[in-house]
């Protein structure tokens, strides 16, 4: 077989692979698995303008408190644990005892003592009611069977006027609609902000009331 040949039989055995997960992930929880945790956990996913806008969307700042649903090997939550710097602390919950070692891992190797790391199941209580700042989930809502109640635990964390902030991206076989998401966080209590992005790739921003005021900041 050719190169050409070779290029387009690995492109289809990507996009059939692709559908088969999403197609499968409608019926069944499938997060991604942690043998494919190395495609998360390289240099060039990190400097990618995927994770930089995203982390720009999400807008962290020094000294806030801040919690990640599902950070696989810490894409995400190990350079928002130098953004909260100084003051701030970050805490992240995974239920795959292999990316919680390998995030570990890096946690370590980043020499970070302001994270930490729960192994748990998003939709129960595992952190203190009312304290943090943010929340955020980047391609994992989808990943969750009961989103309602995950979502509910998000609004259970944060303190009144904290930010859940949302992205997903098309090409994630657990995609979810940017009305889904709204629908999903609005039925959670939440009060909607903004959306930046477009559907293909999008993060939606919503506000915990305070004083159980929907309408106020």
Not at 49 to 60: C, E, S
Not at 62 to 73: A, F, M, N, Q, T
Not at 144 to 150: E, K, L, V
Request: proline share 8%; hydrophobic share 40%; net charge positive.
């Amino acid at each position: 077989m050719n190169t050409l040949g070779i290029v387009v039989a690995a492109s289809f055995l990507v996009i059939a692979f692709n559908l088969g997960w999403r197609c499968a992930s409608r019926k069944w929880s499938l997060p991604c698995p942690s043998l494919l945790a190395w495609s998360l956990d390289n240099s060039l996913v990190h400097r990618s303008p995927l994770t930089l806008k995203t982390l720009d969307r999400i807008g962290l700042r020094p000294g806030e408190r801040v919690l990640e649903i599902g950070p696989g090997p810490g894409r995400l939550l190990i350079p928002a644990a130098k953004q909260v710097m100084p003051g701030g602390e970050v805490v992240g919950i995974d239920i795959q005892p292999k990316m919680i070692e390998r995030l570990k891992k890096n946690v370590e190797k980043a020499g970070l003592t302001n994270l930490t790391v729960i192994l748990g199941d998003a939709c129960q209580p595992h952190v203190p009611e009312a304290s943090f700042d943010v929340a955020f989930l980047c391609t994992t809502l989808g990943e969750i069977p009961d989103r309602p109640a995950a979502l509910a635990q998000c609004y259970r964390a944060l303190k009144p006027g904290g930010r859940l902030s949302i992205t997903e991206v098309i090409l994630d076989p657990h995609y979810q609609s940017q009305s889904t998401v709204w629908r999903l966080a609005e039925g959670a209590g939440f009060r909607f902000e903004s959306i930046e992005g477009g559907w293909w790739f999008f993060t939606a921003s919503f506000i915990k009331p305070r004083g159980g005021d929907p309408t106020s900041h």
